[in-house]
């Protein structure tokens, strides 16, 4: 690690990475990996075993997970764990919730944290970004406002390492998202984990994308885009509300149990030592 890394130099090395869609890696597909996706996380952990062998990792994040559930589901097996480094995105799909008590889920979220905080280990939080969705959904940024700036004060009340999503200018380019306009695209997972490194102090080659200015689309092209975006995207989504159901209902954690990952080929290799019949889905 570089000398004013966050994490220990020596002994055990331990990440767990909690949370939702967000961490588990929605956007960044890649069919290889559990789940289908890849990630920012996934990604930290390959260049923290590049820079210092013996890292473990797990993650335990699901998509459409409320923050109650990542408290009910997630917490125990992390502390079970023993980590050395712990990151935690939660509460963003409480936010999209109508009725949301915004004063409870903070003090729910401080109780999370106040759990991981006690275990020593090096505790990484996040604010949300402001996604530019559709217009219906900015009444919602004064929620995404107040949880940003409680996620800020829990942060230095906690001693925790804080990635201020909120304020990276890169991701107002729209082709850092995926086509549901909600997760990151892979491009995304790469500069969030760069982002990620530079703030726990552990080398890195993660360069930002570099394109050229986006074409303004015709009307006829955004159009044609915002039907796209109705039909794949936002009816499908409040099918699954008015039925009660999540994309996360049938899935299992990614990693649920700390591996050791390869300095030379990655998480893929892991899996890819594995039989058929062994790998996760």
């Known amino acids: 690690m570089c000398a004013d890394s966050l994490l220990p130099s020596s002994g055990r090395r331990v990440f767990v990475a909690l949370g939702d869609s967000f961490t588990e890696g929605v956007g960044d597909r890649d069919e290889r990996l559990p789940n289908g996706v890849r990630g920012w996380a996934d990604r930290v952990a ?57 004063a409870a889920l903070m003090e729910d979220y401080e109780k999370l944290v106040a759990s991981l905080a006690g275990t020593g280990a090096t505790l990484v939080l996040f604010t949300g970004f402001d996604v530019k969705v559709s217009a219906l959904l900015e009444p919602l940024k004064k929620r995404n406002t107040v949880y940003n700036q409680g996620v800020r004060e829990i942060a230095a009340k906690y ?54 200015p986006p074409a303004r689309p015709s009307l006829r092209e955004w159009e044609r885009r915002q039907r796209r975006w109705v039909n794949d995207w936002v009816l499908p989504l409040f099918g699954r509300k008015i039925r009660g159901i999540t994309l996360g209902d049938a899935l299992s954690p990614r990693w649920p149990e700390p591996v050791t990952v390869p300095r030379k080929g990655g998480l893929k290799k892991i899996v890819g030592e594995q039989p058929a019949q062994a790998r996760p889905t």
């Open 159 to 212: 001693g925790a390492v804080l990635v201020d999503y909120w304020c990276l200018d890169a991701f107002h380019d729209r082709r850092m998202w995926d086509s549901d306009r909600l997760h990151m695209s892979k491009a995304g997972h790469k500069y969030l984990a760069g982002q990620v490194l530079d703030q726990l102090g552990v080398p890195h080659k993660i360069k930002p994308k570099e394109w050229d």
């Open 46 to 102: 390959e260049k923290l075993a590049k820079a210092e062998p013996g890292w473990r990792y797990a993650n335990l994040a699901i998509r459409s997970k409320r923050l109650r559930q990542i408290i009910g589901e997630q917490l125990e097996p992390a502390l079970a764990m023993r980590p050395t480094l712990v990151t935690l995105y939660a509460g963003g799909n409480d936010i999209l919730d109508l009725g949301t008590d915004m």
